[in-house]
DNA sequence: ACTTACTTGACTAAAATAGTCGGGTATTGG
DNA sequence: CCAATACCCGACTATTTTAGTCAAGTAAGT
C-alpha cells in the first residue's frame, strides 16, 4: 500500500479545483498559492490525472483545469490510482506468487485490506467531499487569508 | 500510511509462530526456514515484537519464541504497531497542523480512512486468522516442502 | 509579438526500506 | 566445563521511493 503525500496531494488539489468555480478554468498557479503545493510538483501530478481524463487542459492565458466529468462522478479512488498510488496491500500485487512462486501466509488478509481501503475510497466522490462542514469552511479560510496576502481587491465570489 | 514489508513479515512470522506448537519455544532460525524471510530480519523485528511484550523469548539451546498472550488477544493493528509502522494515513499524525499549523482541506478525509484501516486491523486475532482455511492449506504446505528439503525424518506433528 | 500557462522529460536530494554484518550474552546438553 | 545453540544489539549499507527542481519547450489569447 503506498498512500503518501503524493495521493493526498493529487485529492486536495482535485478538491481546490472542484470548489473553485465551474465556469472558467483553474490555474495551477492558484491551486499552488491556496493549497501550499509547489507548482512544479502539481505539474506533474495534473499530467496524470489529464492522462486519467479527470481533468481537461485550456491552454494560454487565462486557461487552467476543469474537472473531466462531474464531482459527483468522480471518486477519490480514482485520483489516487491515476498517480500511480496502488492502494494495494499485498507484496505481490494480488497475483499470489508472493513466496517464491506460491502464496504466502497472510495473502488472503492483505488481499482483503486492499479491497476494504479501495470500497472506502471508491464510495466517496468530490461532490460528497465538497459538501462537508469542515471542507467548506477550511476552503473559506484559505481564500481569505490569500486575499490579506495578494492585497488584491479582487471579487471573492467566482 | 505505511503498510510494507517491514508489517506483512511481522503479522507473517506472527501467525508462524501461532501455528507451531504452543509448547516448545519456537526459533527463528524455524520460522526464517518456513517463511523465507531472512533470520537477521527477524532479529530486528522480534526485538520490537518482544519490547511491546506481544512475544517473550526463552535463550539457550532449544530456545525460541512464545506469544506473549494467547492468540485471541493478539490482534494484526497492535503487531504493526510493534514495529512501527503506522496505519495512520494523515499527513500530520492526526495533530491537525498539516498546512503551515493550519488543517489541511482533506484532513478529515484521511484521518476517517485511518480509523477505518485500524478498525478492520483491530478486529481480526492471530487465532481468527489460524481458523481460516487458507491459512491451514498454506501452513501445511510450507511444512510438507521443509520435510522433503530437509529429508531428516523429524516427528512431523507437535 | 508577447505573455500566460500548460507540457514534457530529465535530473536530484533526502528519506525510508530492507536488509547485512559482527559482535556480544544466556543457557543447556554432553 | 565447554561447546553449541539461539537470542540480543547496534552499527552499517545498498536500493528504492518520495518529493521535489529545472530547463526547454508548445499552444493560445490580447
Chains 1, 2 share one sequence.
Not at 470548489?19 to 498559492?33: G, R
Not at 476543469?66 to 468522480?74: C, F, K, Q, T
Request: with cysteine; proline share 2%.
Amino acid at each position: 500500500m503506498r498512500l503518501t503525500t503524493k495521493g493526498r496531494y493529487a485529492v486536495t488539489a482535485m478538491l481546490d479545483l472542484t470548489i473553485h468555480c465551474d465556469d472558467k478554468p483553474v490555474s495551477l498557479a492558484e491551486i499552488s498559492q491556496r493549497q501550499s503545493i509547489s507548482l512544479s510538483y502539481l505539474e506533474q501530478l495534473f499530467s496524470k490525472l489529464r492522462q486519467s481524463e479527470l481533468v481537461t487542459s485550456v491552454r494560454g492565458p487565462g486557461g487552467g483545469y476543469h474537472l473531466g466529468r462531474a464531482s459527483e462522478n468522480i471518486f477519490i479512488a480514482e485520483i489516487i490510482d491515476a498517480v500511480n498510488e496502488s492502494v494495494d496491500t499485498t507484496n505481490c500485487q494480488g497475483k499470489g506468487d508472493c513466496q517464491g512462486g506460491e502464496i504466502c501466509l497472510t495473502h488472503s488478509l492483505w488481499d482483503q485490506l486492499s479491497h476494504e481501503i479501495h470500497n472506502f475510497l471508491n464510495a466517496i466522490s468530490l461532490a460528497d467531499l465538497v459538501a462537508r462542514r469542515d471542507v467548506k469552511s477550511i476552503a473559506q479560510r484559505q481564500v481569505e487569508q490569500l486575499l490579506i496576502l495578494n492585497e488584491s481587491p479582487q471579487a471573492g465570489a467566482c
